[in-house]
């Protein structure tokens, strides 16, 4: 079935170092995608989305890339805080199926280290 | 914050019992989702609503049911809970279909 996937369970980085943290999906159909950030004990929090006529969308301090060809789906984040540690999901959907369900990826938890 | 509360946020129940987990909103959106997260599973979507009335199953509904008979209140049932739904249990909703989704801040349950 599909699936939407990170490539690291974990990732480590100094803090002002930037990060990018990698999600594949399986769905060719997919085309709205979303960053999710959740820190211990919270709900995720919106990041920042990308629809698939975009290869590219800035917000502040993030910017995530979408490569369609590879479906491949990244999120970077510059000058690494502390307040960045958390967990970070990607999640997929089609337009078409208008109901809005997500699908998740299974996280990775970024570490930042003074 | 988006005005979504769940309740309880924390629930010890015993194996056959019936549970039944709240969400409320005061944002008016259409859509609602509840949402369950294990370890290694990410986020799972069990059920969601689009509009009163009318909900439909996600991937992992089996042993679930959900109510929605007014806008603003979501409701899970476990009519006889088991180990395996022991989890972290998350509404969230939607103000459009494909649109960003705003999480609650969880349920936890522990089924003995």
């Known amino acids: 079935g599909e699936s939407v996937g990170l490539h690291l369970p974990t990732l480590s980085v100094q803090e002002g170092d930037n990060s990018i943290i990698n999600c594949a999906y399986s769905?060719?159909?997919?085309?709205?995608f979303i960053w999710y950030k959740q820190e211990s004990g919270k709900g995720p929090q919106f990041i920042i989305d990308?629809?698939?006529?975009?290869d590219k969308r800035q917000g502040q301090r993030v910017t995530v890339l979408l490569n369609k060809t590879v479906k491949h789906l990244s999120l970077q984040i510059a000058a690494t805080q502390p307040g960045d540690s958390a967990v970070y999901f990607c999640?997929?959907?089609?337009?078409?199926?208008?109901?809005?369900?997500?699908?998740f990826g299974q996280g990775t938890t970024l570490q930042v280290k003074p | 914050d988006a005005g979504i509360t769940q309740s309880p946020r924390h629930k010890v129940t015993e194996t056959g019992t019936p549970v039944t987990l709240r969400c409320h909103q005061t944002e008016n959106h259409r859509y609602m989702y509840w949402y369950r997260q294990d370890p290694g599973h990410g986020l799972r979507l069990i059920h969601y609503?689009?509009?009163?009335?009318?909900?439909d199953k996600g991937e992992v509904s089996d042993g679930y049911s959900v109510s929605r008979s007014k806008t603003e209140d979501f409701l899970l049932t476990l009519e006889s809970a088991t180990s395996s739904q022991t989890s972290v249990y998350f509404c969230a909703i939607s103000g459009k279909a494909n649109g960003e989704l705003f999480f609650g801040e969880g349920s936890r349950l522990t089924v003995l």
């Open positions: 999640a997929e959907t089609e337009d078409s199926s208008n109901t809005g369900k997500l699908i």
């Open positions: 769905n060719s159909a997919s085309d709205y």
């Open positions: 990308i629809r698939s006529n975009m």
């Open positions: 609503s689009y509009g009163v009335k009318d909900t």
